[in-house]
């Protein structure tokens, strides 16, 4: 079944709000992204370790986010298309209930998944 005009206006709507949040998160992270400076003589081994892995966690975390801000945006360029909701690879329609729970989504589940096992 199409999406609906209500139904798109709400996709729409939750997909600006998460390019905003993910914007507004990627710019507080830029701090903490930082690499660490390991000669400062007052940090201690075991700090410097810790300092290390979750500067790692961040930056995992940080590339997550951008590749998600990138997806949306993606998603969010297809409402101007007039294709939003359509698979980018069957063109098959993506479904409301999935496109709720990831608005950024660009495939139908069937075309992910075949995605990601290559
Ligand atoms: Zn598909």
Known sequence: MPLSPTELD???????TLIEELATALVRTTE????????QPAIGRVSRIDAI?????????????????QLARAALHRFDEDEY?????????????????RPESLYCIGCQQARERT
């Open 10 to 16: 709400a996709l729409r709507e939750a997909l600006e």
């Open 32 to 39: 903490s992204a930082r690499p660490v400076e390991l000669d």
């Open 53 to 69: 892995a979750q500067q790692k966690m961040t930056e995992a975390n940080r590339r997550a986010q951008q590749s998600r801000h």
């Open 85 to 101: 909701g359509d698979c980018m690879a069957c063109g098959d329609e993506i479904g409301f209930a999935r496109l709720s729970a």
